[in-house]
């Protein structure tokens, strides 16, 4: 009795013996009915192809053109892919036999510059059509006229710089366009006649400088539209006010400097206007987006901001205003905005923060406040941040003294091990300037010369509450004077951490008990 194991490989040899004989040469033929042929040696359409075979990729050969006989009669086919190949002409006849084709791409063949009128009129039950990254700069004799079933159409990366108004009128189905990575440079409203099902546009990385203001008025339930990378320099007021659908808009790298009041449609959800010139905003510009939850405005030249120019984005989540000029926020900038939970402040110039810049956000998760100018934060600033929370600090000039005793001790007890606090150095004062703040000891927080900082000291006594001493440090001709106003004569010691020429650390303590000389005394250190 045959074994189980000696069945199931006998099984697969009786397929490869099967495969093997049935499967045209240089291709590979993974159940009768999908094959795939990437042979730089194919020169020409495989031979063989079984009536009964579904899907078909041709993926890196050497074929050139597409003759009127490359498929037979009777083909089943629903998927064909030409894919990275040297085609540079496709027979006008080359598709008739294949009427059951739902999905068809052509795309990585950049010698093929034209797709002549009447290939594709025999494909009326297509759904798909994919022709990216090809050579074609114009489309001629309305090559799509006959796809009504048509819902995807990626035209994106070839040399299109002009479209004919009528080019789509015919494609009533369509849902996806994509015209991304060409060189149109006029759009008009003509063009998008008829699109009534249109969902997603994508017009990134063209060469458009201006939109009429009815440019989508054919396109009323587009729910995504990429206007990326192109050169787009004002938005007309009423441009996007029949879009009553539309959650996302990318603008990003465009060349805005302004933006007027009401001109987002009600519905949008993500906004990106990364990479433009704006300098500054009204108050009105986002006023009427309550669905908003992405904003992305990264990389502007924007320096003030409004008080209340998020007031009514309840919905905000996500914001981003680093690689900007901004100085400094209003403490009311995201009052009310409770779903906020991002918060990109990064490569800005700001120099201070206000204590309850953050104090609506219960939910924020990543704050990011590196590389501005920051000196010091608020007491208390951290107290509603949980130890899980990201919080990136590095790339600001610390200013080393009594003044960050908070996020010193915040960074020793409250952040968390997703901080990057190993790359906080201290910008001042000159004798600590570079060392990192997580090294220094909670003692070397001195304030500088010449400077009065009054400041809670602990004390060690055996009770539930210690008694604190308010202290001042003073200097006079090089002698610095540590005066304190203590309730009770507990033990008190005294740390004192300085740095001489040659960056040689001195640390001293002192220990003083209970008894007359801790009652009015004043403790000198001479250098």
């Not at 994919?130 to 700069?137: D, G, K, P, T, Y």
């Not at 009504?148 to 990626?154: I, R, V």
């Not at 995504?224 to 787009?232: D, M, P, R, V, W």
Request: glycine letters at 6%; hydrophobic letters at 40%; one cysteine or more.
């Amino acid at each position: 009795m045959m074994s189980r194991a000696f069945c199931v490989t006998l099984f697969i040899l009786l397929q490869l013996c099967y495969y093997g004989h049935s499967c045209p040469a240089k291709c590979q033929c993974f159940t009768p009915t999908r094959v795939f042929c990437s042979d730089e040696q194919l020169t020409d359409m495989p031979h063989n192809l079984s009536l009964d075979m579904r899907e078909l990729v041709i993926m890196t050969t050497r074929i050139m053109n597409l003759r009127p006989s490359a498929f037979p009669e009777g083909s089943k086919l629903s998927k064909l892919v030409f894919l990275n190949n040297l085609l540079q002409g496709i027979s006008s006849t080359a598709f008739n036999k294949l009427a059951g084709l739902e999905e068809l791409e052509i795309s990585g063949n950049h010698h093929l510059e034209e797709l002549l009128a009447g290939t594709l009129n025999e494909l009326g039950n297509l759904t798909m059509l994919a022709l990216n990254f090809n050579r074609f700069r114009v489309m001629r004799g309305r090559p799509f006229n006959k796809l009504y079933k048509l819902e995807t159409l990626q035209l994106k990366g070839n040399d299109i710089s002009l479209l004919a108004d009528d080019l789509f009128q015919q494609l009533g189905s369509l849902r996806l366009l994509d015209l991304s990575l060409n060189m149109i440079s006029v759009v008009t409203m003509e063009l998008f006649r008829n699109l009534g099902q249109l969902r997603t546009l994508k017009l990134g990385y063209n060469h458009i400088k201006a939109l009429p203001v009815d440019a989508f008025d054919g396109v009323p339930r587009l729910r995504e539209l990429n206007l990326q990378g192109n050169k787009i320099a004002a938005l007309p007021q009423a441009l996007f006010s029949r879009l009553a659908d539309l959650e996302k808009l990318n603008l990003r790298g465009n060349q805005l400097k302004n933006l007027t009041g009401d001109v987002f449609p009600l519905g949008l959800s993500e906004l990106n206007l990364v990479d433009n010139k704006l300098a500054q905003l009204s108050p009105t510009t986002f006023q009427g987006l309550p669905h908003l939850t992405c904003l992305l405005l990264s990389r502007n030249q924007l320096s003030v901001f409004p008080e209340d120019l998020f007031q009514n984005l309840t919905a905000l989540v996500h914001v981003d205003l680093s690689h900007n000029l901004i100085a400094g926020l209003p403490e009311t900038t995201f009052s009310g905005l409770s779903e906020l939970t991002v918060v990109h402040l990064e490569n800005n110039n700001i120099s201070s923060l206000e204590s309850g810049l953050f104090e609506d956000q219960d939910y924020l998760d990543q704050l990011y406040l590196s590389h501005n100018a920051l000196q010091t934060v608020p007491t208390g600033f951290f107290d509603n941040f949980l130890s899980g929370n990201m919080i990136r600090l590095h790339g600001n000039p610390w200013t080393c003294d009594c003044h960050l005793l908070y996020l010193h001790d915040w960074l020793d007890y409250g952040a968390g091990p997703s901080q990057d606090i190993s790359n906080m150095y201290c910008g001042a004062p000159s004798f600590l300037s570079g060392r990192g703040v997580a090294s220094l000891k909670r003692e070397q927080l001195v304030c500088a010369a010449n400077s009065t900082h009054e400041t809670e000291l602990s004390v060690t006594q055996p009770v539930e509450t210690p008694p604190t001493a308010v202290c001042t440090i003073q200097e006079t001709n090089r002698t610095i004077s540590v005066k304190c106003n203590i309730q009770k004569c507990p033990r008190v010691k005294l740390l004192t951490w300085y740095q001489k020429e040659g960056n040689q650390e001195i640390l001293t303590e002192h220990e003083f008990y209970h008894g007359t000389e801790c009652l009015n005394s004043t403790i000198t250190i001479n250098f």
